[in-house]
């Protein structure tokens, strides 16, 4: 394969999580695929587009600023990546276009919508958000059905998308997403950041988002609870 594109719209931290997964794998994609005979598309959106600078030739950035979840990117974004005749496009979210008919992976994070709907998570009427999932649903098994290959991030969510999307276990591929090098400290850096910020120890740390399908009511219970046992217990 020649030409390869990444989907990179969410590339950053604005893109939070899913923004993460696609920094970290075109930067360690970089470190091992750079300067060969393929050639990588990074398609952004202009609010990340300086964020991202290639560090080599075969990593080429361009600017596809079309909105996640809306309309451009379901009839307009197709159209657009095929001016690039790709071998392969990687959709590092299930988000795939739905007149997109070349070949592709995606990567599917987690089904938690799929699972747990629920009008708390968001600002829209209640009847115009069932709408969307029923959009959601049909997008990602259409996704997942078309895909060459889905990149599940954990074994658990291998089983549930062979189990809920009815795909074969042998067109799910698993890769744990890892961690920065950079995110390992010595444990007198350790101190010295849990000084700096007043941390004290012991404590439970929440690394997340703060949205509603995240559970962070369950969390505070369950702290309220243990905290009975370890008075000295920090969240």
């Given at each position: 394969?020649?030409?390869?594109?990444?989907?990179?719209?969410?590339?950053?931290?604005?893109?939070?999580?899913?923004?993460?997964?696609?920094?970290?794998?075109?930067?360690?994609?970089?470190?091992?695929?750079?300067?060969?005979?393929?050639?990588?598309?990074?398609?952004?959106?202009?609010?990340?587009f300086n964020q991202y600078v290639p560090r080599h030739e075969n990593f080429i950035k361009v600017l596809a600023?079309?909105?996640?979840?809306?309309?451009?990117?379901?009839?307009?974004?197709?159209?657009?990546?095929?001016?690039?005749?790709?071998?392969?496009?990687?959709?590092?979210?299930?988000?795939?276009?739905?007149?997109?008919?070349?070949?592709?992976?995606?990567?599917?994070?987690?089904?938690?919508?799929?699972?747990?709907?629920?009008?708390?998570?968001?600002?829209?009427?209640?009847?115009?958000?069932?709408?969307?999932?029923?959009?959601?649903?049909?997008?990602?098994?259409?996704?997942?059905?078309?895909?060459?290959?889905?990149?599940?991030?954990?074994?658990?969510?291998?089983?549930?998308?062979?189990?809920?999307?009815?795909?074969?276990?042998?067109?799910?591929?698993?890769?744990?997403?890892?961690s920065d090098f950079k995110c390992y400290v010595t444990y007198k850096n350790a101190e010295e950041i849990l000084?700096?910020?007043?941390?004290?120890?012991?404590?439970?740390?929440?690394?997340?988002?703060?949205?509603?399908?995240?559970?962070?009511?369950?969390?505070?219970?369950?702290?309220?609870?243990?905290?009975?046992?370890?008075?000295?217990?920090?969240?």
């Amino acid at each position: 394969m020649k030409k390869i594109g990444i989907d990179a719209r969410f590339y950053g931290p604005k893109g939070k999580g899913l923004g993460r997964y696609a920094q970290k794998l075109i930067e360690y994609l970089e470190k091992t695929d750079g300067n060969s005979e393929r050639t990588y598309y990074v398609f952004l959106k202009k609010e990340n587009f300086n964020q991202y600078v290639p560090r080599h030739e075969n990593f080429i950035k361009v600017l596809a600023d079309f909105n996640w979840y809306s309309f451009s990117e379901q009839f307009v974004f197709p159209f657009f990546l095929n001016k690039f005749d790709l071998d392969l496009m990687h959709f590092c979210h299930f988000n795939v276009p739905i007149f997109y008919r070349k070949r592709f992976v995606v990567t599917i994070h987690d089904l938690i919508l799929f699972h747990y709907p629920t009008v708390r998570n968001t600002t829209l009427n209640r009847y115009y958000y069932f709408f969307k999932l029923l959009c959601y649903k049909w997008t990602i098994k259409s996704a997942a059905k078309r895909a060459d290959s889905v990149i599940a991030v954990s074994e658990f969510t291998k089983d549930d998308v062979i189990k809920n999307l009815g795909l074969k276990s042998s067109k799910v591929e698993m890769t744990h997403e890892g961690s920065d090098f950079k995110c390992y400290v010595t444990y007198k850096n350790a101190e010295e950041i849990l000084k700096k910020y007043g941390i004290i120890k012991p404590y439970l740390i929440y690394v997340g988002n703060a949205y509603p399908h995240k559970n962070l009511e369950r969390l505070v219970v369950a702290y309220k609870k243990i905290k009975k046992e370890n008075p000295d217990l920090s969240l």
